[in-house]
C-alpha cells in the first residue's frame, strides 16, 4: 500500500465516454439518441422504445436525498504524512512510520444550507477527512470550530430544526439570522460558547484553505501496552486562518455563490496545493480532573496555552476529484470509523454521533452497501459474513455466510489483538441509569467570555456587529431580550453594544469575573503569507508597460495570483506594444472577489471607466483590503481621497513599490483604515 493505492483503487471504476459509440446500460450500440419511437412521424410513442425507457427513468432516479446536515460541500484528494512516530501514545498503523504516506479524501461543508446555497454565509465549515489506512478507514470529521451548540447527541435534531428554515414557509435559507435559531439558543445556554464563535470572523472564511479544523470531541488514543492518553485533533492551514467581512461575505453570496469550491479546485488545479499540519493536544488519563471544565463536556477547547498542541505531520490535498457526484457527494463519514490504537471517550455528543451517521447513510445512499461505492472502499481487503442488500457489487464465493463454522475452517475468523482486531479500551464504568446532566457539564460561560477577552479591538467589534446583524433580522421582541441578557453572561459591553443596535433594553445583571484569555484564539495572531492571494489588476489602454510587467513578475514571484481586469475582453496593448490578455471585465468581475486591487490605469479615460474603477477602489477599501497604484494610478487614489490611508501602497520606484505591495497583500486587512 502506497499513497497511490486509492487512485489505483478508483481507476479500476474510472469511464471515458469520448470518442466512443453510444450503447444502452445493456451494451447495445444505439442508432438515434433525437428521437424517440413512434407510430409514424405524427404518431404516439410506442412503449417498446427500450431506450426512451431507459434513458428517461435513470433520469428520473438522478437524485438521492441531500444531507440533512452539511448538504452543501466540496472535497479533494490527498495524502497525509507523519513527522515523527507516535508510539508512545497510539499503535494506530498510519501514525507509526515517517516515510509512509496515507492517501486522504477530505470534504469542506457549511451545516445549515441546502445543497445549492451560497457558500460564504455566517456558519460553522464541516472539515471531514477519510483516511485510507492499512488497517482500515479512519474518519475525521470535524469542524472549523472547536466546540459544539449542545453537550448531548439528543438535542441535535432540536437544535438542526431550528437553525434550518422555518418550517411554515421556508426562509431564510443557509442563514441563523431567524428567530428560531435565536429562540434555540437563549432557552438551551450551553450553546454560549460556540454561538461566540459563530457570531466571530471565524464563520466567514477566506478560503478553505486558510481554516482550522477540529476533532472537537475527546478522543482516546491507547498505545501498544494498552496504556490511553485523551486526546484533540487539530488541524493548522499552513497559509495561516483568515476571514471575509461580512459585507463582502454577503456581496460574495451573490456575485459567486461558489466562491470556496472555486478556490479550492483552481488552487489545486495551479499546483498550489492546500496544506494543514495535524497537531493533537494530550491529557493523561490521570490527569482527567486536573481542569475546571470536564474532558468530556464538547462545548469546551483545551486552551493551547495551557495543553500545547504537538504538531505530528502534514496533509496535502493534491488532486481534484473527476466527478463530484460519484466521489463528493456518494462519500460517507462516519466518527466510529476508527482504527486500533484510537478510541472514543464518553462524550454524550460523540456517543449520539456514533449510531447517527451510519443510520443516515442507509437512507441517503439507499441501503446497507454503500461501503462498496468506490469512493468509501477502503484500500485494504474486507472480509465478513454480512450478505445481499441493495446495489451488491461483491461477488462472495462459496457456501458459507455465517460464523462460527466448520465447512470454511471457521473462517473468515476474527483476528487477535496481536494480528490487528480491534480491542474496545477496557474502561471501567459504573453507575445508575439516568437521564441527567453531569454537575460538571453546567458552566455554559466561562469559555464564552474567555474567547472574548481573547479577541482584539477589531475582532470585537465584528462579533458586536454579527449580533446586530442576526438579532436585528429577529422579529420576536422577547427573543431578543432573552438574548442580550444570556449574553451580559459572556460579557456587559458585548451584550449592552447589540442590546442598543437592535433596540432592546440593556442587560441590568451579569458581567462575568472571568479574565483568562487564550491568545490562540486570535486570528490576529495567524502566519501571514502572500502566497496563492487573488489581485485584482485594473488595466486601460496605453499602460506603462515596464512598470506593470515588473509588478507582474515580482507577484508570481510570491505566488500571487494576478487576474487582468478592464471595460472589454480581449488585449490591451500598453505603451511599448506589450500586450496583455484582459481576464474580466468590470461587468463579469468584482471587487468582492479579490485580495487586494492594483491600479495601472491606462488612457481609457472615459467616464465609465473611471467610475467602474472608483467602484473597485472604494468596495477595495471599505473592505479594509490592500490597494496598490503606480504612476497614473495614484490619480485614482488622489481622486478617491484614500491615498494615504493605512494599507494603501503607492510608489514610482517599481521595486520597492512591489515589495512594499506583496507585504501589504501578505498582511490581509487594514482594520485600523477609517471607513465611513
Ligand atoms: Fe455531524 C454530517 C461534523 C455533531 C449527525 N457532521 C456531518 C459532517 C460533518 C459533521 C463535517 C459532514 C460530513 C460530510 O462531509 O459528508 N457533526 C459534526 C461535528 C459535530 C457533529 C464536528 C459535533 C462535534 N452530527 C453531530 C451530531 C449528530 C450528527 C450530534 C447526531 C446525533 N452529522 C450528522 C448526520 C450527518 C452529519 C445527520 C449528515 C450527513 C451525514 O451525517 O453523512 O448523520
Known amino acids: 500500500m502506497n499513497e497511490n493505492s486509492?487512485?489505483?483503487?478508483?481507476?479500476?471504476?474510472?469511464?471515458?465516454?469520448?470518442?466512443?459509440?453510444?450503447?444502452?446500460?445493456?451494451?447495445?450500440?444505439?442508432?438515434?439518441?433525437?428521437?424517440?419511437?413512434?407510430?409514424?412521424?405524427?404518431?404516439?410513442?410506442?412503449?417498446?422504445?427500450?431506450?426512451?425507457?431507459?434513458k428517461m427513468t435513470h433520469f428520473d432516479h438522478e437524485r438521492i436525498p441531500e444531507r440533512i446536515?452539511?448538504?452543501?460541500?466540496?472535497?479533494?484528494?490527498?495524502?497525509?504524512?507523519?513527522?515523527?512516530?507516535?508510539?508512545?501514545?497510539?499503535?494506530?498503523?498510519?501514525?507509526?512510520?515517517?516515510?509512509?504516506?496515507?492517501?486522504?479524501?477530505?470534504?469542506?461543508?457549511?451545516?445549515?444550507?441546502?445543497?445549492?446555497?451560497?457558500?460564504?454565509?455566517?456558519?460553522?465549515?464541516?472539515?471531514?477527512?477519510?483516511?485510507?489506512?492499512?488497517?482500515?478507514?479512519?474518519?475525521?470529521?470535524?469542524?472549523?470550530?472547536?466546540?459544539?451548540?449542545?453537550?448531548?447527541?439528543?438535542?441535535f435534531p432540536d437544535l438542526v430544526h431550528a437553525i434550518k428554515p422555518e418550517p411554515h414557509n421556508e426562509i431564510p435559507q443557509a442563514a441563523t439570522a431567524h428567530d428560531t435559531f435565536w429562540d434555540f439558543i437563549a432557552n438551551n445556554q450551553e450553546s454560549a460558547h460556540m454561538v461566540m464563535w459563530a457570531m466571530s470572523d471565524r464563520a466567514i472564511p477566506r478560503s478553505f484553505r486558510m481554516m482550522e479544523g477540529f476533532g472537537v470531541h475527546t478522543f482516546r488514543f491507547v498505545n501498544g501496552e494498552g496504556k490511553a492518553h485523551f486526546v484533540k485533533f487539530h488541524w493548522k492551514p499552513v497559509l495561516g486562518t483568515h476571514s471575509l467581512v461580512w459585507d463582502e461575505a454577503q456581496k460574495i453570496s451573490g456575485k459567486d455563490p461558489d466562491f470556496h469550491r472555486r478556490d479550492l479546485s483552481e488552487a489545486i488545479d495551479n499546483g498550489d496545493f492546500p496544506e494543514y499540519e495535524l497537531g493533537v493536544q494530550l491529557i493523561k488519563e490521570e490527569d482527567e480532573f486536573s481542569f475546571d471544565f470536564d474532558v468530556l463536556d464538547p462545548t469546551k477547547l483545551w486552551p493551547e496555552e495551557d495543553v500545547p498542541v504537538k504538531i505530528i505531520g502534514k496533509m496535502t490535498l493534491n488532486r481534484n476529484v473527476d466527478n463530484v457526484f460519484a466521489e463528493t457527494e456518494q462519500v460517507a463519514f462516519h466518527p466510529g470509523h476508527v482504527v486500533p490504537g484510537i478510541d472514543f471517550t464518553n462524550d454524550p455528543l460523540l456517543q449520539g454521533r456514533l449510531f447517527s451517521y451510519t443510520d443516515t447513510q442507509l437512507i441517503r445512499l439507499g441501503g446497507p452497501n454503500f461501503h462498496e461505492l468506490p469512493i468509501n472502499r477502503p484500500v485494504c481487503p474486507f472480509h465478513n459474513n454480512q450478505r445481499d442488500g441493495y446495489g451488491r457489487h461483491t461477488i462472495n464465493k462459496g457456501q458459507v455466510s455465517y460464523h462460527k463454522n466448520s465447512?470454511?475452517?471457521?473462517?473468515?475468523?476474527?483476528?487477535?489483538?496481536?494480528?490487528?482486531?480491534?480491542?474496545?479500551?477496557q474502561e471501567k464504568v459504573e453507575g445508575r441509569k439516568v437521564r441527567t446532566r453531569s454537575e460538571s457539564f453546567k458552566d455554559h460561560f466561562s469559555q464564552a467570555t474567555m474567547f472574548w477577552n481573547?479577541?482584539?479591538?477589531?475582532?470585537?467589534?465584528?462579533?458586536?456587529?454579527?449580533?446586530?446583524?442576526?438579532?436585528?433580522?429577529?422579529?420576536?421582541?422577547?427573543?431578543?431580550?432573552?438574548?442580550?441578557?444570556?449574553?451580559?453572561n459572556v460579557n456587559l459591553d458585548l451584550a449592552k453594544g447589540f442590546a442598543e443596535a437592535i433596540g432592546a433594553n440593556p442587560p441590568e445583571n451579569g458581567e462575568s469575573d472571568v479574565s483568562k484569555s487564550s491568545p490562540a484564539l486570535s486570528?490576529?495572531?495567524?502566519?501571514?503569507k502572500p502566497s496563492t492571494r487573488k489581485v485584482g489588476v485594473i488595466i486601460g489602454s496605453n499602460f506603462n508597460a515596464p512598470?506593470?510587467?515588473?509588478?507582474?513578475?515580482?507577484?508570481?514571484?510570491?505566488?500571487?495570483?494576478?487576474?487582468?481586469?478592464?471595460?472589454?475582453?480581449?488585449?490591451?496593448?500598453?505603451?511599448?506594444?506589450?500586450?496583455?490578455?484582459?481576464?474580466?471585465?468590470?461587468?463579469?468581475?468584482?471587487?468582492?472577489?479579490?485580495?487586494?486591487?492594483?491600479?495601472?490605469?491606462?488612457?481609457?479615460?472615459?467616464?465609465?471607466?473611471?467610475k467602474d474603477t472608483a467602484y473597485f477602489i472604494n468596495e477595495a477599501f471599505s473592505h479594509y483590503k490592500p490597494i496598490g497604484a503606480t504612476h497614473e494610478g495614484k490619480k485614482w487614489l488622489e481622486a478617491n481621497e484614500i491615498k494615504?490611508?493605512?494599507?494603501?501602497?503607492?510608489?514610482?520606484?517599481?521595486?520597492?513599490?512591489?515589495?512594499?505591495?506583496?507585504?501589504?497583500?501578505?498582511?490581509?486587512r487594514y482594520w485600523d483604515r477609517k471607513v465611513v
Open 6 to 54: 486509492k487512485n489505483e483503487q478508483l481507476e479500476q471504476y474510472r469511464v471515458d465516454d469520448s470518442g466512443k459509440k453510444m450503447t444502452t446500460n445493456q451494451g447495445l450500440k444505439v442508432s438515434e439518441d433525437e428521437f424517440s419511437l413512434k407510430a409514424g412521424e405524427r404518431g404516439p410513442t410506442l412503449m417498446e422504445d427500450f431506450h426512451f425507457r431507459e
Open 69 to 155: 446536515v452539511h448538504a452543501r460541500g466540496f472535497a479533494a484528494h490527498g495524502v497525509f504524512e507523519l513527522y515523527e512516530p507516535m508510539k508512545e501514545y497510539t499503535k494506530a498503523g498510519f501514525l507509526q512510520d515517517p516515510s509512509k504516506k496515507t492517501p486522504v479524501f477530505v470534504r469542506f461543508s457549511t451545516v445549515a444550507g441546502s445543497r445549492g446555497s451560497a457558500e460564504t454565509v455566517r456558519d460553522a465549515r464541516g472539515f471531514a477527512t477519510k483516511f485510507y489506512t492499512e488497517e482500515g478507514n479512519y474518519d475525521l470529521v470535524g469542524n472549523n470550530i472547536p466546540v459544539f451548540f449542545i453537550q448531548d447527541a439528543i438535542k
Open 407 to 425: 465447512l470454511a475452517a471457521n473462517t473468515p475468523a476474527p483476528a487477535s489483538e496481536e494480528e490487528g482486531g480491534y480491542v474496545h479500551y
Open 454 to 488: 481573547s479577541m482584539s479591538e477589531p475582532e470585537k467589534e465584528h462579533i458586536i456587529q454579527a449580533f446586530s446583524f442576526e438579532l436585528g433580522k429577529v422579529k420576536s421582541k422577547s427573543v431578543q431580550q432573552q438574548v442580550v441578557n444570556m449574553f451580559a
Open 523 to 528: 486570528q490576529e495572531n495567524t502566519k501571514k
Open 547 to 610: 512598470e506593470v510587467t515588473s509588478v507582474l513578475n515580482a507577484l508570481k514571484e510570491e505566488g500571487v495570483q494576478a487576474e487582468m481586469i478592464s471595460d472589454k475582453l480581449g488585449k490591451k496593448k500598453g505603451s511599448d506594444g506589450t500586450e496583455l490578455e484582459i481576464d474580466h471585465t468590470f461587468l463579469t468581475a468584482d471587487s468582492v472577489l479579490f485580495d487586494a486591487i492594483y491600479v495601472v490605469g491606462g488612457s481609457d479615460g472615459n467616464k465609465k471607466f473611471i
Open 644 to 668: 494615504d490611508s493605512p494599507g494603501v501602497v503607492h510608489g514610482d520606484d517599481m521595486n520597492e513599490f512591489a515589495e512594499s505591495f506583496i507585504a501589504a497583500i501578505a498582511e490581509h
